[in-house]
């Protein structure tokens, strides 16, 4: 059970997500990350999600994510994820923007186009299923 201070800021995080939408899930996913709740953030994404690094190493499933999550946060990264459009077909979304990264001790620090790809869940909940933060690699 978590602390109640930390209760409340998850149901303040969360509230957000209610009203679901690609961009809802990003706005609420930096909050959740600024805030240093791993539960919140990774609870934004599937279950089989994918992050890819700027070099095309997939980081597979919610162990990797949770991690990346993790040292985001213990190197204090605050992140300014813009999402400029989204494209739907059905249950699954592609949004591009930027994402901007920028941590207390000097980690981290970059700024790029961004590929996240959603997918709506069985919930009716839209959840990351894979992001490319950096953009997709050039082929190699």
Do not use: K
Not at 54 to 65: E, Q, V, Y
Not at 104 to 118: C, I, K, P
Not at 129 to 140: I, K, R, S, V
């Amino acid at each position: 059970m978590l602390p109640r201070y930390q209760q409340a800021r998850r149901a303040i995080i969360l509230a957000v997500v209610s009203d679901d939408t690609p961009e809802t899930v990003a706005a609420s996913l930096t909050a959740a990350l600024r805030e240093g709740d791993v539960a919140s953030a990774l609870a934004m994404w599937d279950a089989e999600a994918a992050i890819i690094g700027p070099d095309g190493t997939a980081m597979r499933g919610r162990g990797a994510i949770e991690q990346v999550l993790c040292a985001l946060i213990e190197h204090g990264a605050e992140l300014d994820a813009r999402v400029e459009r989204v494209f739907a077909a059905g249950d699954v979304a592609v949004a591009v923007g930027t994402l901007t990264i920028n941590g207390t001790d000097g980690a981290y620090a970059q700024e790029g186009r961004s590929l996240v790809v959603y997918r709506r869940g069985a919930d009716g909940r839209w959840r990351i299923a894979l992001d490319a933060p950096w953009g997709l690699p050039a082929p190699g």
